[in-house]
């Protein structure tokens, strides 16, 4: 299913998503804190097609699990064309089906995940759909980093 990569070169991942809001930074912020739990060196970023600013409720549902993303930056993909990444997570179509020629060499992975800003209803429906998608990714995010680091 993944790929596994040579253990003792630094390694740059990048998380791609549509706005670089939500599901890329919940992503981002579940794969540095597994990295941290388990000592594995590789540098982690996220970006969108476009930068939203990293939505509020992103922020407020993984402080809810002790995770903090709201020191994380919403950035366009345009401002990493200077890096070499070994690893791009697309966590939605769109993303996928736009990510740049550029980042084809590196090995890619795609998950889809329902956007939770999209959702409309009641405050409490919302808030259920951040912590579904939330959750989602973090049973996601540990298997796929073991599978970059544990042969």
Not at 14 to 24: A, F, H, I, M, P
Not at 73 to 96: G, P, Q, R, W
Not at 107 to 130: A, L, Q, R, V
């Given at each position: 299913m993944?790929?596994n990569?040579?253990k003792?070169?630094?390694?740059?991942?990048?998380?791609?998503?549509?706005g670089?809001?939500?599901?890329?930074?919940i992503?981002e912020?579940f794969?540095?804190?597994?990295c941290?739990?388990?000592n594995?060196?590789i540098?982690?970023y996220s970006?969108?097609?476009n930068?939203e600013?990293?939505?509020p409720r992103?922020?407020e549902?993984?402080q809810?699990?002790g995770i903090?993303?709201?020191?994380h930056?919403?950035?366009?993909i345009?401002?990493?064309n200077h890096?070499?990444f070994?690893?791009?997570?697309?966590?939605?179509?769109?993303a996928?089906?736009?990510?740049?020629?550029?980042?084809k060499d590196?090995?890619?992975?795609?998950?889809?995940f329902?956007?939770p800003?999209?959702?409309?209803?009641?405050?409490?429906y919302?808030?259920?759909c951040f912590r579904?998608?939330?959750d989602?990714?973090?049973?996601?995010a540990?298997p796929?980093?073991k599978s970059i680091f544990?042969?």
């Amino acid at each position: 299913m993944y790929m596994n990569t040579i253990k003792d070169e630094k390694l740059n991942l990048l998380v791609l998503c549509t706005g670089n809001s939500c599901r890329s930074q919940i992503t981002e912020g579940f794969l540095r804190y597994f990295c941290n739990l388990n000592n594995w060196d590789i540098n982690i970023y996220s970006a969108g097609i476009n930068a939203e600013g990293v939505n509020p409720r992103a922020i407020e549902t993984m402080q809810e699990i002790g995770i903090d993303i709201s020191k994380h930056s919403s950035n366009k993909i345009e401002e990493f064309n200077h890096m070499k990444f070994s690893y791009v997570l697309t966590v939605c179509d769109h993303a996928n089906e736009s990510c740049p020629i550029y980042l084809k060499d590196a090995i890619h992975f795609h998950k889809n995940f329902k956007d939770p800003s999209k959702m409309n209803g009641h405050e409490n429906y919302i808030k259920d759909c951040f912590r579904n998608c939330r959750d989602e990714i973090e049973l996601f995010a540990l298997p796929y980093l073991k599978s970059i680091f544990i042969e």
